[in-house]
T-cell receptor
């Protein structure tokens, strides 16, 4: 069964550093997403991406964040100048193109720890 | 503000029992509805989509009441492996692929042998 993959599984970084989280969406999916989950809290939407541009973003997704699809398979989330409060699980998801109940499938996540 | 509200639990239920969860959502323009399950420190996994007419998948039955903005999940003949956090999730205003999902905080279910 095809699945979303993410690397690394755990990233530790110092405050102020830049990190890049990587995702490989399911191969025939065309919409890609990033979510985050701070420990003990709910999953929160960050951004959706389609046709090489951002489709929608939340208020969390400020200028500190950027996304890119650098090649035909990878989808990345860059966090510039990380803050302590960026520590969270970051989940990538993907879905097929379509209307109606568009089901999103999640990767295993990257645990980001900012020290 | 788009919100999804759920009883956090925990629900402690003996194996074989039937258990039901509910959630309410605030955005009346929401178009798509889902239940996901999340195991500790794992990713959300899609359990089932929820359709207006109600739908069933094995031991799981989901219902949607658009007028009351209320979604339910029923689990019959519960198994130890059903222990998890159940997330009520709604999609946005257009129902299309671009919409981010809005998650509830989840209901924690513990099935006891």
């Amino acid at each position: 069964e095809p699945e979303v993959t993410q690397t690394p599984s755990h990233q530790v970084t110092q405050m102020g550093q830049e990190v890049i989280l990587r995702c490989v969406p399911i191969s025939n999916h065309l919409y890609f997403y990033w979510y985050r989950q701070i420990l003990g809290q709910k999953v929160e939407f960050l951004v959706s991406f389609y046709n090489n541009e951002i489709s929608e973003k939340s208020e969390i997704f400020d200028d500190q964040f950027s996304v890119e699809r650098p090649d035909g398979s990878n989808f990345t989330l860059k966090i510039r100048s990380t803050k302590l409060e960026d520590s969270a699980m970051y989940f990538c998801a993907s879905s097929v193109l379509g209307q109606g109940a568009v089901e999103q499938y999640f990767g295993p996540g990257t645990r980001l720890t900012v020290t | 503000r788009k919100e999804v509200e759920q009883d956090p639990g925990p629900f402690n239920v003996p194996e074989g029992a039937t258990v039901a969860f509910n959630c309410t959502y605030s955005n009346s323009a929401s178009q798509s509805f889902f239940w996901y399950r999340q195991d500790c420190r794992k990713e959300p996994k899609l359990l089932m989509s929820v359709y207006s007419s109600g739908n069933e998948d094995g031991r799981f039955t989901a219902q949607l009441n658009r007028a009351s903005q209320y979604i339910s999940l029923l689990i019959r003949d519960s198994k130890l492996s059903d222990s998890a956090t159940y997330l009520c999730v709604v999609n946005g205003h257009s129902g299309g692929g671009a919409d981010g999902l809005t998650f509830g905080k989840g209901t924690h279910l513990i099935i006891q042998p």
